[in-house]
Nanobody, 128 residues
Framework: QVRLEESGGGSVQAGGSLRLSCVVS????????MGWFRQIPGKAREGVAI???????TYGDFVKGRFTISKDNAQNTLYLQIDGLRPEDTAMYYC??????????????????????YGQGTQVTVSA
């Protein structure tokens, strides 16, 4: 059974930092495509950072060096370090996994029917 459990969200002031974690069971982080996504109520979920099976990371243009995605394959855990938080970063953040190489997991808006397994999400709230 696949399970993803995010943690690390919270309420911070603009300019602050957070480190989100996602513990994965049922999928090996070493051999599957993984990503971080975020969603604001009323808007589509969007991919913000992706790490592929080779460990290569890609980011949305708006990230501008503020986000760092990483994974610890020994702990089967995915991370997202967010620095320089802005009020517009306020959203529910989800980690997601896709079996094998990256296809459904991508940057930008994600189709609701995409074959991605998500966790329950962790809320990030940034005040000005």
């Amino acid at each position: 059974q696949v399970r993803l459990e995010e943690s690390g969200g919270g309420s911070v002031q603009a300019g602050g930092s957070l480190r989100l974690s996602c513990v994965v069971s049922g999928y090996a982080t070493s051999s599957n495509c993984m990503g971080w996504f975020r969603q604001i109520p009323g808007k589509a979920r969007e991919g913000v950072a992706i790490i592929d099976t080779f460990g290569s990371a890609t980011y949305g243009d708006f990230v501008k060096g503020r986000f760092t995605i990483s994974k610890d394959n020994a702990q089967n855990t995915l991370y997202l370090q967010i620095d320089g938080l802005r009020p517009e970063d306020t959203a529910m953040y989800y980690c997601g996994v896709e079996g094998g190489h990256c296809s459904a997991v991508r940057l930008g808006p994600i189709s609701p029917g995409a074959h991605i397994t998500y966790g329950q999400g962790t809320q990030v709230t940034v005040s000005a």
